[in-house]
């Protein structure tokens, strides 16, 4: 207790932590005194408003069962502290997600008006909005972490029985964020296909006319899809590796030393922060060049933290290094070595975005193929669509590869987690790049409906385009990222298994019988998971266009503007839906995990190694090939390939159509089923066969 005291490590963690709270609330003060704009516009974000609240709401009561079933299961399995770390984890990454959300969906209009003034303000309150979401993720989520830990060892736990109860927090991140991340994406994307089917193809409006039925619900679906979805997503792989971090470096390092290696990954997220505060502060820019504004508010973050992490690294490892490390057979690593693996990851950070911006990007040739197959029919731009997401899974992958290579070589598997630890440094900044897509997309829908001057879509359309981009780029990071998450935490289960029984040699042999059950079984899941998601989509979906058809047909004075829609009827409807369709595939990370250790610990093994490979190359080729197949939509309608009305443009929808659900529901969802099956095989190793 009295070194918890002195070195001060948790309390530095949590002052971080608190700070971007802290951010948060002044930020959210701050924007929310900005003029919202007239009458209309107010109207409108109100009703966005409304749907997006009444959405989260029913989501996180049919959670909340779910969790309540499984918080008791926890205590009989492991302990009352494991269980109580499962619901601090759940109910923090939901405030997380509802918090950010409800300030983006009243930021919304305030975007809309602050356009008036030109692309600065705009840029400074989407932004601001965004990173409220951003920091209170990471804020929250460190918050926690930290707190949990040090009350617990404040209550004289073990060091280790402390890290153990954390697994149950981040178990509980993880399930909100599966629910979270499918439901949100079954819901945005059932809206959006419903919506461009009916009102762009078969009746010929315009995207986000006031006439079309669904487009409330399509405003508020990018709000619980891209926004609060993302947001749990990235929280639960925060926590989750913070936590597997902490377990690897207890189970790595010599008793004496735990106290330090478990602050260390929580010290690096502290100094994180700070400096992701700093870099949204930098966000701004005078030349109207938002995608280089908000990249180097990034920038600035990332060399900030890389700056950072060598000190941090000298104050707590230094002694640990060199006298604690316990990997057999190897050197002892030096602070520069493991500051190395830090910057390892946060290098890992700067490439997925350049490749993802470049398979996802009108400025680039993967995209413009697309578009220029839409000339040829509906049929080629699938065939090309295709072909590029596949391409795009090479370029990440080798980049997933070499950043394991190197951060093996500099310190064994420890190096590894702490790469990944750096990488995910920069949450805050991700998820407010993410937040902003939404909040400009919603700015741009509202200037439409409000029948703004052209001078303010002007504006929001620019912005609105950079989203699109920035929204792409964050998946393709939240993809690498959990799959470097999803090493670190398997092989903590290979950790707790010798745990559990020391005298036994745990391998996994893929010429084992039980290991290539595990590695099929795996890969089944993944496919299953991702052909339940797609299919909810289609059939809420196709509720939309039955809606959004019914409406046009029973009212027909919508299109003259003498009736009005009806909104709330659509938002009913795509809400309902969305909640029925997401438990089926939301249990299968859960139960079959739990079925297959059953059977054995080898083909439990050989399941989350498949899951791992199969999952990573499934999410990158639906998320990459769904944003190309939407952005190639958008080169044809600013005029390439023909423009808007030609066939190219009416084939471009179709693909984008076809990406819809594999880049916002199908693909961003195998992030989280990953690592949940993963949290689950460490939280049942008690009664896996051994």
Known sequence: MTDFLTDYGVV??????????????????????????????????????????????????????????????????????????FAIGGILSGAAGFIGMNLSVRANSRVAEAARGGIPPALDVAF????????????????????YYGALVLLDFEDKEAVDALIGLGFGGSLISVFARLGGGIFTKAADVGADLVGKVEVGIPEDDPRNPAVIADNVGDNVGDCAGMAADLFETYAVTAVAVMLLGVLTFTPEYAREVAIYPLALGGVAIIASIIGALSVRTRTGNVERALYVGLAVSAVLSAVAFYPITDWLMSDPLRLGFSKAGADAVSVTELWLCGLIGVGVTALLFVITDYYTSTRFRPVRTIAEASETGHATNIIQGLAQGFQSTAAPVLVIVLAILGAN???????????????????????????????????????EMADLPQEVRDITDPLDAVGNTT??????????????????????????????????????????????????????????FSALSIEAVGRAGGQVVEEVRRQFREKPGIMQGTEKPDYAGSVAIVTASAQREMILPSLIPIIVPVVVGLLSYQALGGLLIGVIVVGIFAAISMTAGGGAWDNAKKLIEDGAFGGKGSDAHAASVTGDTVGDPYKDTAGPAINPMIKVTNIVAILIIPIVAL
Do not use: H
């Not at 930020?27 to 109207?43: F, W, Y």
């Not at 993720?137 to 926690?144: D, E, Q, S, T």
């Not at 750096?422 to 997309?441: C, E, K, M, N, R």
């Not at 059950?517 to 890969?523: N, S």
């Open 128 to 147: 601001k909005g965004g990173s409220v979401t951003g920091l209170l993720v990471v804020g929250l989520a460190l918050l926690g972490v930290a707190g």
């Open 12 to 85: 530095f963690a949590l002052g971080c932590a608190a700070a971007a709270v802290v951010y948060g609330l002044l930020i959210t003060q701050r924007l929310l005194a900005k003029p919202a704009g007239n009458d209309r516009m107010v109207e409108i974000s109100g009703a966005v408003q409304e749907g997006a609240s009444a959405y989260l709401k029913r989501q996180y009561t049919i959670i909340a069962g779910v969790g309540l079933v499984v918080a008791l299961l926890l205590i009989p399995l492991q302990n009352v502290e494991t269980a109580i770390g």
């Open 409 to 447: 070589e500099l310190a064994g598997i420890y190096g590894i987690a702490i790469a990944v630890m750096a990488q995910l440094s920069l949450t805050g900044l991700i998820v407010a790049l993410d937040a902003f897509g939404p909040i400009t997309d919603n700015a741009g829908g509202i200037a």
């Open 471 to 528: 929204k792409a780029v964050t998946k393709g990071y939240a993809i690498g990222s959990a799959a470097l998450a999803a090493l670190v935490l398997f092989n903590a289960f290979i950790f707790e298994l010798q745990e559990e029984d020391p005298d036994q040699a745990f391998s996994f042999d893929i010429a084992s019988p039980d290991v290539l059950i595990g590695l099929l079984i795996g890969g089944i899941m993944v496919y299953l």
